[in-house]
């Protein structure tokens, strides 16, 4: 089992891999020089014995020790180096592999347990990795043929003192195969652990604006409770699984230790081997389970580090969109669902839709929450794949797309603005990544932002917090407009663009997607009547199937939904404080 652990880490490691291979073998020669300290050992042992008074004795044991403790202190030095490498270029390697996997995972995979599960490997997970893993392995690797050396010149010194190191070696090695085994079973449960605590820290962390505005501080913590008892269980349950194991291991090398003792002052007394061997005896009594004590503490979080692996590597098992499209650049941009269905977790979302956007049209989609208006949009952008039918671009299906083709295609303003920690010139420019300077701010002063940009201290150079914390709703919106106003894609989807705009701004901003919109194929989201009412065609959307279609016109003749709709909005705008 063993075999298959370390194998498993060695595949992990990549092209670490022969890193971890010269730190193990700089550890042999680690395990050299410190025998030339027993060496040195015996040498003065023998002239003791002998009384021997010349300097000789004493001059050699000074020079083997000197090359010893320089050898010792070269070896460690670039054995830490490669493991420390190794360490950190793996887990950076994973990281990197985990973030392009992100790229290709269906946006349906991200809700905030997820976020959590991924937060927890990207961290906690894989810093347990990069500190651990090559040290551990490294460690048993060489600490095993260390304990082979040390045993050979055992064998050579006598081979009946030899035969007990071994014994010690079997009985140790048993239970640590013992514990090992058992710790099987509660390590994936600690790594679980550990993944939940950081979901749920973050979480709370997250709404914590949500907890302090209904004073819940301090209460309703069951969640963020749970996860670290739990925690704390399964630390516990690993470190009590391991303490009986370990005082029997401890148990067995010092018993052996004793008998070896013991071994050699019978083998004198019976004139066996002389008083220096004797002596020197003793002095392996206490050296010689030192490697192998080594390599029983590593194979212990050797378990871990292989869970910590197969947590890492669940990532790879996640679904991810085909993307085997090819870059396709269509002659027009109409839209078109031919019986969509759309399932999330077996919930239906949407039933059986079809619709046709001819190029450069608008289409406004109104309807109750969680009608599946967000959806559709999403689905034109294949943050999910339909469950069924198929969705249409220029007469190509979204799927003939490569991913990166069919976005150049789309532009999307969303109601829920995420800004990154960077210059506002920067988030502006994730519209389009060479665009310049002039043009970023021609995209601003379209976008009814440039005002307030031009306002703060370091103007378009001013970094902003992650998220967008130090802009308010309506700022971080009208600069999520000026990057979709940048990358002039011919497909605008607005899903609630402007329902965090000031009402002061309002008529600005309306005018700059006004603009925006000219001579593209436009889908809106909104539920304000003056941005819906001149679209070219207005579908109605409830429990996923479209129950009205046709223009505003058309849809006040009927008693329907949208009817009801605008005479809530009109009773809504007619309120007065």
Same mark, same amino acid.
């Given at each position: 089992?063993?075999?298959?652990?370390?194998?498993?880490?060695?595949?992990?490691?990549?092209?670490?891999?022969?890193?971890?291979?010269?730190?193990?073998?700089?550890?042999?020669?680690?395990?050299?020089?410190?025998?030339?300290?027993?060496?040195?050992?015996?040498?003065?042992?023998?002239?003791?014995?002998?009384?021997?008074?010349?300097?000789?004795?004493?001059?050699?044991?000074?020079?083997?020790?000197?090359?010893?403790?320089?050898?010792?202190?070269?070896?460690?030095?670039?054995?830490?180096?490669?493991?420390?490498?190794?360490?950190?270029?793996?887990?950076?390697?994973?990281?990197?592999?985990?973030?392009?996997?992100?790229?290709?995972?269906?946006?349906?995979?991200?809700?905030?347990?997820?976020?959590?599960?991924?937060?927890?490997?990207?961290?906690?997970?894989?810093?347990?990795?990069?500190?651990?893993?090559?040290?551990?392995?490294?460690?048993?690797?060489?600490?095993?043929?260390?304990?082979?050396?040390?045993?050979?010149?055992?064998?050579?010194?006598?081979?009946?003192?030899?035969?007990?190191?071994?014994?010690?070696?079997?009985?140790?090695?048993?239970?640590?195969?013992?514990?090992?085994?058992?710790?099987?079973?509660?390590?994936?449960?600690?790594?679980?652990?550990?993944?939940?605590?950081?979901?749920?820290?973050?979480?709370?962390?997250?709404?914590?604006?949500?907890?302090?505005?209904?004073?819940?501080?301090?209460?309703?913590?069951?969640?963020?409770?749970?996860?670290?008892?739990?925690?704390?269980?399964?630390?516990?349950?690993?470190?009590?699984?391991?303490?009986?194991?370990? @005082?029997?291991?401890?148990?067995?090398?010092?018993?052996?230790?004793?008998?070896?003792? @013991?071994?050699?002052?019978?083998?004198?007394?019976?004139?066996?081997?002389?008083?220096?061997?004797?002596?020197?005896?003793?002095?392996?009594?206490?050296?010689?389970?030192?490697?192998?004590?080594?390599?029983?503490?590593?194979?212990?979080?050797?378990?871990?580090?292989?869970?910590?692996?197969?947590?890492?590597?669940?990532?790879?098992?996640?679904?991810?969109?085909?993307?085997?499209?090819?870059?396709?650049?269509?002659?027009?941009?109409?839209?078109?669902?031919?019986?969509?269905?759309?399932?999330?977790?077996?919930?239906?979302?949407?039933?059986?839709?079809?619709?046709?956007?001819?190029?450069?049209?608008?289409?406004?989609?109104?309807?109750?929450?969680?009608?599946?208006?967000? @959806?559709?949009?999403?689905?034109?952008?294949?943050?999910?794949?339909?469950?069924?039918?198929?969705?249409?671009?220029?007469?190509?299906?979204?799927?003939?797309?490569?991913?990166?083709?069919?976005?150049?295609?789309?532009?999307?303003?969303?109601?829920?603005?995420?800004?990154?920690?960077?210059?506002?010139?920067?988030?502006?420019?994730?519209?389009?990544?060479?665009?310049?300077?002039?043009?970023?701010?021609?995209?601003?002063?379209?976008?009814?932002?440039?005002?307030?940009?031009?306002?703060?201290?370091?103007?378009?150079?001013?970094?902003?917090?992650?998220?967008?914390?130090?802009?308010?709703?309506?700022?971080?919106?009208?600069?999520?407009?000026?990057?979709?106003?940048?990358?002039?894609?011919?497909?605008?989807?607005?899903?609630?663009?402007?329902?965090?705009?000031?009402?002061?701004?309002?008529?600005?901003?309306?005018?700059?997607?006004?603009?925006?919109?000219?001579?593209?194929?436009?889908?809106?989201?909104?539920?304000?009547?003056?941005?819906?009412?001149?679209?070219?065609?207005?579908?109605?959307?409830?429990?996923?199937?479209?129950?009205?279609?046709?223009?505003?016109?058309?849809?006040?003749?009927?008693?329907?939904?949208?009817?009801?709709?605008?005479?809530?909005?009109?009773?809504?705008?007619?309120?007065?404080?």
């Amino acid at each position: 089992m063993m075999v298959s652990t370390i194998r498993k880490i060695l595949a992990f490691a990549g092209k670490e891999k022969a890193n971890i291979w010269k730190s193990t073998a700089l550890n042999f020669l680690y395990a050299i020089f410190n025998m030339l300290q027993v060496a040195a050992v015996y040498f003065i042992i023998v002239a003791l014995v002998g009384n021997d008074r010349t300097g000789s004795p004493a001059l050699t044991s000074l020079a083997l020790m000197a090359v010893s403790v320089l050898g010792k202190a070269a070896t460690n030095r670039f054995s830490q180096l490669q493991q420390t490498h190794a360490g950190y270029f793996m887990v950076a390697n994973k990281r990197i592999a985990i973030a392009d996997k992100i790229k290709r995972i269906p946006m349906g995979y991200f809700n905030d347990r997820s976020q959590g599960e991924l937060s927890g490997i990207l961290s906690t997970v894989l810093g347990d990795l990069e500190n651990s893993g090559p040290v551990m392995l490294v460690n048993f690797t060489s600490s095993i043929v260390n304990s082979i050396v040390f045993a050979i010149f055992i064998f050579i010194f006598d081979w009946r003192i030899g035969l007990l190191a071994l014994a010690g070696y079997a009985v140790y090695l048993l239970f640590v195969g013992k514990m090992e085994k058992k710790s099987r079973e509660i390590a994936p449960r600690r790594q679980k652990s550990e993944m939940a605590l950081v979901s749920m820290v973050l979480e709370r962390i997250q709404g914590m604006s949500v907890i302090k505005s209904f004073n819940l501080s301090g209460r309703d913590d069951s969640k963020v409770e749970k996860a670290l008892n739990d925690n704390r269980d399964s630390n516990i349950s690993l470190e009590m699984l391991f303490t009986p194991y370990i @005082t029997l291991e401890e148990i067995s090398l010092r018993l052996f230790s004793v008998i070896i003792m @013991t071994a050699g002052c019978f083998f004198a007394l019976s004139g066996a081997i002389t008083l220096a061997d004797a002596l020197m005896t003793i002095v392996i009594s206490f050296l010689c389970f030192a490697q192998i004590q080594t390599a029983g503490s590593a194979m212990q979080m050797l378990r871990i580090v292989s869970s910590s692996i197969d947590q890492a590597e669940s990532v790879d098992s996640i679904p991810e969109l085909d993307e085997k499209g090819q870059v396709i650049r269509p002659q027009t941009h109409s839209i078109e669902f031919r019986n969509v269905s759309f399932a999330y977790d077996r919930k239906p979302i949407l039933k059986d839709v079809s619709i046709r956007i001819p190029e450069k049209t608008s289409l406004a989609i109104v309807g109750p929450s969680g009608s599946g208006k967000s @959806t559709l949009c999403s689905l034109i952008a294949r943050f999910w794949d339909v469950s069924s039918g198929s969705i249409r671009i220029g007469g190509h299906d979204i799927r003939e797309y490569s991913l990166p083709s069919l976005m150049d295609q789309i532009s999307m303003v969303f109601q829920r603005v995420y800004l990154f920690h960077d210059t506002i010139a920067a988030n502006i420019r994730f519209g389009r990544p060479n665009a310049s300077m002039d043009e970023i701010r021609r995209a601003a002063q379209k976008a009814c932002c440039a005002d307030f940009i031009e306002a703060l201290p370091d103007g378009y150079d001013t970094v902003i917090g992650e998220g967008g914390a130090d802009l308010s709703g309506g700022e971080k919106q009208r600069i999520s407009i000026a990057r979709a106003i940048l990358k002039d894609a011919p497909i605008i989807i607005f899903d609630e663009a402007t329902a965090n705009v000031d009402p002061e701004n309002e008529d600005k901003l309306q005018k700059a997607m006004e603009s925006l919109s000219k001579d593209k194929t436009v889908i809106m989201i909104a539920h304000r009547l003056k941005t819906i009412r001149n679209a070219d065609n207005i579908i109605v959307l409830d429990d996923g199937v479209i129950t009205e279609e046709g223009n505003h016109e058309a849809l006040m003749q009927e008693n329907g939904l949208y009817k009801a709709f605008v005479a809530d909005r009109e009773e809504a705008s007619g309120w007065k404080v």
